[in-house]
């Protein structure tokens, strides 16, 4: 059977007769294990990388967690004496919380949920988003409660 | 800066002299000086489109936007700070023509001020002027109304 050209119709037909193991141990000289050879890699090598990368990402998040926490804390210190939105909003902190994008915004939502706080102007900035239905613009505690609703609903 | 917790905010307020003032309130972010001037506790009021601000009203933090905000209330441009007789007054801190704060007077001669989301303090009027609010610049006044 050594040598034989499957694409010929009439070796196809003779070969139909022979079974799957009788076919496998033909046709084994024929297939080119080069290719896996030298491109196998181990799996306690695949195991080490996956691991490798999960614990970066959760360095990374820790990292970002942190510097949020700092920014959140120096906002909050900083603009507790201010009535002015522009200036609360305009303050450094909030701003580079702001350009932390949509990875702040779950930080954000759960600092929302120890505390209604004024949060609605990242959020917004951020997501794009507005839950706030006119009714309760400037109640802190019901406006926290339509962006903790909303982010139920978004998978937050 | 960080404030002293025994309540020292001349760090912050460099003309509020310690035995000139006095904390009234706990902290509370329910509600700010605009609110506070305009008796309530329960509402954030701004110029701004998520916060609690008449929709006909001008969208913008200057005297003009405040004074008929206040004038909802009954209030109206007077002359001075000076205490009058059956009369509540309130004064504007405006800072490069924008305004920043908000007092209300009380019936012993003295002012009443909501810190922003901190707590309310009586205080002189002119001792919160400065870096953060400005100057006042601004009075108006209403008959005391009915409690």
């Known amino acids: 059977m050594n040598g034989m050209n499957y694409s010929n119709p009439a070796v196809a037909t003779a070969t139909s007769a022979l079974t799957p193991s009788e076919i496998y141990l033909d046709t084994a000289e024929e297939f080119d294990t080069s290719d896996v050879v030298d491109n196998y890699i181990p799996w306690e090598i695949l195991l080490g990388e996956a691991v490798s990368l999960l614990q970066r990402e959760t360095a990374a998040e820790k990292e970002l967690r942190k510097k949020f926490s700092e920014l959140a804390e120096t906002w909050k210190e900083e603009t507790k004496f201010l009535s002015s939105i522009s200036d609360i909003i305009i303050h450094p902190a909030h ?62 | 800066m960080v404030i002293d917790k025994t309540g020292d905010l001349s760090g912050r307020f460099p003309h509020l002299k310690r035995s000139n003032y006095r904390i009234c309130s706990p902290e509370s972010k329910q509600y700010n000086c605009i609110s506070w001037a305009a008796g309530w506790t329960d509402v954030f009021c701004w110029p701004n489109n998520l916060s609690f601000w008449p929709l006909t ?81 601004l009075y108006l006044r209403r008959p005391i109304q009915a409690s």
Not at chain 2, 109 to 129: A, V
């Open chain 1, 95 to 156: 701003m580079q919380i702001i350009a932390m994008g949509p990875k702040a915004v779950s930080l954000i939502l759960n600092r929302l949920k120890e505390e209604a706080d004024l949060w609605f102007w990242a959020l917004n900035f951020i997501t794009g988003e507005n839950p706030v239905t006119q009714d309760i613009r400037g109640n802190v505690k019901a406006m926290s409660e339509a962006w903790l609703e909303w982010g139920r609903k978004n998978g937050y």
């Open chain 2, 57 to 137: 009203y001008p969208c913008e933090d200057t005297e003009d936007a405040f004074v008929k905000f206040f004038a909802m209330l009954g209030y109206k441009p007077c002359e001075n700070e000076n205490q009058e007789k059956e009369v509540e007054k309130i004064a504007l801190y405006t800072q490069g023509n924008r305004v920043k704060h908000a007092a209300r007077q009380l019936k012993n001669g003295k002012w009443t001020s909501k810190l922003g989301s901190s707590f309310d303090i009586e205080h002189e009027l002119k001792d919160l002027e400065g870096d953060k609010y400005g100057k006042v610049v």
